[in-house]
């Protein structure tokens, strides 16, 4: 089965540091896409990053990275000098066949940035 | 306007009334997405549009009844609801739907209330 795990419920981190969160995922596919996003407590999910199962290389977007181990199945998503408006719920999500393509979410991680 | 809009952002209602909430995506996409979002609860995929045609209903009750009238519309019909809908509705869009490279953009969200 289809699965994104997010072992993290909640993280802090100091303003201006780096922070790490989380994502495992399990599937049989070969082909399958990996997404980052921040839901702000204004509800709207925000796009982030995407990472593709066959990218040799990690994708960055800014200040966002993916740390991408395929052998381990896991799609860490890296901040880097976190700001006080990074605050809010990240999610992990995987693009999936099963038939149809969709995603599957995880539990999300809420990061709190501390002044 | 820009994006994913959603209206209403906030709604309230009784069990016996009937409501629809409307999604509009601006960005030429041809697959849009309505979600659940509960407290404490993963992300829940309910119906997926693909050029207009249904392609997935994900054992959703019939108190809710989607509508897409073109590929930029997405409606949501909702009558006799139970206090147990009460949450974060989210509606999305995608280029196609049919890859795994396929990034989700989202709505603001319509806040729900069943009384």
């Known amino acids: 089965a289809q699965k994104i795990t997010q072992t993290q419920p909640g993280m802090f981190v100091q303003e201006k540091e780096a922070v790490t969160l989380d994502c495992t995922y399990d599937?049989?596919?070969?082909?399958?896409?990996l997404f980052w996003y921040k839901q702000p407590s204004s509800g709207e999910m925000i796009f982030l990053i995407y990472?593709?199962?066959?990218?040799?290389q990690n994708a960055t977007e800014g200040r966002y990275s993916l740390n991408f181990q395929k052998a381990r199945k896991s799609a860490n998503l890296v901040i880097s000098a976190s700001q006080l408006g990074d605050s809010a719920m990240y999610f992990c999500?995987?693009?999936?066949?099963?038939?149809?393509?969709?995603?599957?979410f995880g539990t999300g991680t809420r990061l709190k940035v501390l002044a | 306007e820009t994006g994913v809009t959603q209206t209403p952002r906030h709604l309230v209602m009784g069990m016996t009334n009937k409501k629809s909430l409307k999604c509009e995506q601006h960005?030429?996409?041809?697959?849009m997405y309505w979600y659940k979002q509960s407290a404490k609860k993963p992300l829940e995929l309910m119906f997926v549009?693909?050029?207009?045609?249904?392609?997935e209903n994900n054992s959703v009750p019939s108190r809710f009844s989607p509508e897409c009238p073109n590929s930029s519309h997405l409606f949501l019909h909702l009558h006799t609801l139970q206090p147990e809908d009460s949450a974060l509705y989210l509606c999305?869009?995608?280029?196609?739907?049919?890859?795994?490279?396929?990034?989700?953009?989202f709505g603001p969200g319509t806040r729900l209330t069943v009384l």
């Open positions: 999305a869009s995608s280029q196609a739907g049919t890859s795994v490279t396929d990034t989700q953009y």
């Open positions: 599937t049989s596919d070969q082909s399958y896409g």
């Open positions: 990472q593709g199962s066959y990218d040799e």
């Open positions: 999500a995987m693009s999936a066949t099963s038939g149809t393509y969709k995603y599957i």
């Open positions: 960005l030429g996409h041809n697959a």
């Open positions: 549009y693909n050029f207009k045609e249904q392609t």
